[in-house]
């Protein structure tokens, strides 16, 4: 009877393992992936993945190194956390003050500017509520918010979701009301609904670019504000905390090489005629 109630509850241990396993695994499946050999890691990232740069990138680089990249798509926030916990070994994000912070906390090395790319605030062509006047991205989002004009948020804790936050708090305005459209998803399916409803919402200028074409009801009514500017950066696991934190540490070692930085300063043009990312020589004016 000891044995039999030993052997079940040996089994009840290992099926929870499995589970739990199988569910962290679940939770951060590929979206894509760039390869296929034995030689795996695991990246993190939104739009750069959903604009389809990571997958050039990914390729040149498999392509020198016999790797294969399993693409995971996360926003900012979440590509950090999922960094923290050990279940990707690299992430590609736009939040500043949170990786700055990941490296001093000891989880996250290697921290470095990539490129950048802008905040566009895109709305209604008859602007309702005038933004295209303004001084600042906080006084266009004051004019939304006292004009009470639709604007959509993604509300999702990613960088593009940390920005606006930021921007309202400068504007010293807690938005809510019916006229704050909160939708947890991603950049290019907000921007959809964005065009949907005619309200205005923080695009960043790599996805208005490769979606503008079918958004007839926006148009860009403000950018140019410094604080709009969105800088990208790699950051990955310490050495040895990962089985495919060697590889990701050369995948950064690459985005910051001549073939890896021209990859990313041209991507686009042969698609929509202008490039969607500056490089890292650009950036460097607005990284702080």
């Known amino acids: 009877m000891k044995f039999k109630y030993f052997f079940t509850h040996l089994l009840t241990g290992l099926l929870f393992l499995l589970l739990t396993n199988y ?82 906390d000891g989880w996250a090395i290697k921290r470095s500017l990539i490129g950048s790319n802008e905040f566009y605030i895109v709305g209604p062509k008859n602007d309702p509520a005038q933004i295209s006047s303004a001084a600042s991205a906080a006084d266009a989002y004051a004019r939304i918010a006292e004009a009470k004009a639709g604007f959509l948020s993604r509300g999702d804790n990613s960088g593009t979701n940390k920005k606006e936050l930021g921007i309202w708090k400068t504007a010293g305005i807690t938005p809510t009301g019916d006229w704050y459209l909160v939708t947890k998803d991603f950049m290019m399916a907000t921007l959809k609904k964005a065009n949907k409803v005619k309200g205005y919402f923080m695009t960043d200028s790599s996805t208005w670019v490769a979606g503008k074409k079918g958004l ?16 990208y950066h790699g950051l990955c696991q310490p050495e040895g905390a990962t ?43 607005y990284d702080h």
């Open 23 to 104: 569910s962290a695994i679940a939770q951060t499946g590929c979206k894509a992936t760039y390869g296929a050999t034995q030689k795996t890691f695991r990246l993190a990232t939104g739009s750069p993945g959903e604009l389809g740069l990571l997958k050039e990138l990914a390729t040149a680089f498999n392509e020198r190194q016999g790797t294969t990249l399993c693409w995971v798509k996360a926003g900012s926030g979440k590509s950090l956390k999922l960094l923290k916990e050990k279940q990707v070994d690299v992430i590609m994000v736009h939040a500043p003050a949170a990786e700055k912070k990941a490296v001093k």
């Open 216 to 231: 007839d009801n926006l148009v860009v009514l403000f950018r140019g504000d410094p604080v709009l500017i969105n800088t």
């Open 243 to 285: 089985n495919g934190q060697t590889y990701a540490s050369q995948f950064i070692d690459f985005l910051n090489s001549s073939p890896g930085q021209k990859i990313i300063s041209d991507y686009g043009k042969s698609l929509y005629g202008q490039g969607m990312y500056n490089d890292a020589a650009y950036a460097k004016q």
